[in-house]
């Protein structure tokens, strides 16, 4: 299982266009930084789960345990990028380039509030934090294979709505393919022994996924500063 | 006016859409609405559910829900947050405000809703609940617009808001005031499943006329979440050229899939609780929403024999929780295709149940759920109305011969009608019911969207002159009721006469005088009289006076007329008034009375039923 996923390059572009616009229209590169950064962490969110999801057949038994496996190191990668503190040699290149120190403070708790946002949509409409944080030792495979579902029905959905997802190659797995000379060398990573220049041939392992549209809920500031509540406390009153 | 732009808007009774037609790029467009899609949280969406929610003043923090034309934010919310979260918390959530419109208990102006609820803010009334929905849907398109570089002005646009064919003049004219108060001026009218049609002919192109043929009979049936309306467009040959015109709209009926959403979750309720897992009212919702994916997922892919359901925990404890079962196939057909869509004779209609005397009010949600009955009801209803008319008759020809006005085609619109094998259903129906001749299908698109679109091509033909249009007029004919004055007999009430003043399809932009009858009013006295209506008398002439108008018409409201003394006309003088029918070019109706002697008229205001 791949940890990093894969981040296209024209999310990015596209993502800090609509940023831009929105509210940046003055302050040029900073800015623009700043998006990729979150949506450097919303991808590896997003793409992690994509990943784990798309290997959930359910006959597996092992599926179940997998797929928790790859959200938690998915979450681990969230947290330690929003806290800014975490150990940045673990969790590779992507969260290194994410947690650069934000120049503005009030600017870098907009991206925080933002993949909080998106955070609580999963959660909202998916249970996903409840999955996560739950104890998935101490249940059955029926148990989780049932919560399994919840996740995976509100989260695809959830995604479905915010992204426009496609696989990199659209090639089966398994097939031999070619990777043309000038290749976007984000959208591959080839192993194995690499040697003399493309065009490459090989086996596709994997089909990667991409995105090229980006939809997420405008966030619009609260006043108060800190972050919003992943999942709010629900209280019944009678 | 040289109108630049044509605005559709289908103002749903679950969720509304807003479509344009740029006239000067003729390009039609759906526009997607900006909404609140939670605290702090804005975003764009294809459809605004039709949902408005109350919250408590401490419930959300201050500015949670402002608006990008409104930093104040409304206090209330709407759209697709408001349904979400007022699913939890029922007291403060407004649905269906739109049928509210057409009851015949309730005055719609009155603050009513959320019905029920014992919330300390205020209420509010349906017509306020709709002309929310649509400032909402005007001010999102402005924006929307503005984001393109389109800064419109709505005086310089054609302005289509659709309701259901099955609305009489009174919920029509409320629509339209509705409209006026949100900003929007005054609207041009427009049935919904004539909406559909258009957007039909537009997404076939020039090759529509090559789709349908002279005696074809095309029933737009369009089932959405919780309303079913119907309406029969006959193809005419009209020297040479592709005539339309809709010869019977349907009755108003309270059903749709949420009640076959409901109805699977009822089942699959009752599984888990014989199995030992009961349910929470939440985790109930939870599962009509599941029973819902499953059943579109079932319907898209033949192939499952089952699907998962799975109803999450209500606390954080999601593995522990969390409990499943299945909806099988069979289960499914037994409930959705059978229980709706029954394969019932074109003789059976719906059946009544009106057991008690006294009838809870409330929205009088159908009792009978099969579809099958109701369209039934309705063709054969479609039958009496073309056979009380010579020109009608003529139009459908043979067909007029059977038990009922049998289509020959159809159009599905709808959510519900996403389902190929409810579609497949249906066509099998209308086949039995057509002497086992096959009933062509015209292929619709985007079932949720095509009202909206097809107001605003509408809205094109309107502005532009050109482009077909359907031959439509007054859906239904009206009367007023003339008091019967004979000695009073001890138990016996008289009968009231009714005077038609409106035929069935009076084109817009027409007015009539209502010779022979002249009413007596009394200056600086409000005059009411009882207002009634019938969509199957085609034949009635203005002026013709029925004898038992409780017996063949539906009451429709109370028509209310103040004549003011002015000049030579002094208070408490006698006015002799003749009526004056004008159905405006927008497809307003209205009543005038006349005085006999000179060109004054005074309007006469419909007033809303109350009982």
Known sequence: MTPAGYVSTTVEIRYCSRVRRRRCASKGTTASMRAMRAVSIIATLLLLAANAFALLPVANAFQPYLSGGALALGLIVLVTIVAGRGPKGDTGRVAAEAALPAPVPTQASQAAVEVVSFLAVLQERGRLVDFLMDDINSHDDAQVGAAARVVHAGCKAALQEHFRICPVREEREGSTVQVAAGYPADEYRLLGRISGAAPFSGVLVHHGWKTDAVRLPRIVRSSTDRLPAIAPAEVELK | MNARFSLGIDLGTSNSAIAVADLETD??????????????????????????????????????????????????????????????????????????????????????????????????????????????????????????????????????????????????????????????????????????????????????????????????????????????????????????????????????????????????????????????????????????????????????????????????????????????????????????????????????????????????????????????????????????????????????????????????????????????????????????????????????????????????????????????GAARSYYIGLETSMPAIPGYKPPVKALCVVPQGMQEGTELLIEGREFGLVTGRAAEFRFFSSSVRSGDKPGQILPDAERDLEDTGLLEIEITALGDVPAGQVVPVRINTVVTELGVLELWMKHVNSDRRWKVEFQVRTE
């Open chain 2, 27 to 472: 390009q039609t467009r759906i526009v997607e609405i900006t909404q609140i899609l939670g605290p702090n949280q804005l975003g764009e969406t294809p459809t605004l559910a039709s949902a408005l929610y109350v919250p408590n003043r401490d419930e959300f923090p201050q500015g949670s829900f402002r608006l990008p034309w409104n930093d104040a934010g409304e206090s209330a919310i709407v759209g697709q947050f408001a349904r979400d979260h007022g699913a939890l918390v029922p007291d403060r959530l407004v649905t269906s405000a739109k049928s509210w419109l057409s009851n015949l208990h309730i005055d719609p102006k009155q603050r009513i809703l959320p019905w029920r609820s014992d919330i300390a803010e205020e209420k509010l009334s349906p017509l306020e609940c709709s002309r929310r929905y649509l400032q909402h849907l005007k001010d999102a398109f402005l924006h929307a617009e503005r984001a393109h570089g389109r800064d419109w002005d709505l005086s310089e646009g054609q302005i289509v808001v659709t309701v259901p064919a099955s609305f009489d003049e009174v919920a029509r004219s409320l629509t339209a005031e509705a409209a006026k108060d949100a900003g929007l001026g005054d609207v041009t009218l427009l049935e919904e499943p004539q909406a559909a049609f258009y957007a039909w002919t537009a997404q076939a192109g020039r090759r529509w006329r090559d789709l349908v043929a002279p005696g074809d009979i095309v029933l737009v049936c369009d089932v959405g979440g919780g309303t079913a309306d119907f309406s029969l467009i006959a193809v005419t040959d009209v020297e040479g050229g592709l005539e339309l015109e809709r010869v019977s709209v349907g009755e108003h009926i309270l059903l749709g899939g949420d009640n076959m959403d409901l109805s699977l979750a009822y089942v699959l309720r009752a599984k888990l609780e014989a199995a030992g897992k009961p349910l929470d009212s939440w985790q109930f919702l939870a599962l009509v929403h599941a029973a819902s994916k499953a059943k579109i997922i079932m319907f898209e892919n033949g192939a499952l024999s089952q699907a998962p359901i799975a109803v999450p925990s209500r606390g954080s404890s999601l593995l522990a929780g969390t409990v499943s079962t299945t909806l099988d196939r069979e289960t499914l057909e037994q409930v959705v295709l059978d229980g709706f869509f029954a394969r019932t004779s074109i003789g059976e209609v719906p059946r009544e149940n009106r057991t008690g005397g006294l009838r809870e009010f409330g929205l009088p949600y159908a009792s009978d759920p099969v579809v099958s009955k109701h369209i039934a009801h309705f063709l054969a209803r479609s039958l009496q109305n073309v056979r009380a008319s010579d020109n009608l008759t003529a139009l459908v020809g043979a067909r007029a011969a059977t038990e009922a006005l049998s289509p020959t085609a159809v159009l599905f619109n709808g959510g519900v009608f996403k389902a190929a094998p409810i579609r497949a259903r249906m066509l099998d129906l209308l086949a039995s019911w057509n002497g086992g001749q096959t009933v062509r299908e015209l292929q619709g698109f985007e079932p949720d969207l095509a009202v909206a679109r097809g107001a605003a091509i509408y809205g094109r033909h309107r502005a532009t002159g050109k482009g077909m249009r359907i031959k439509a």
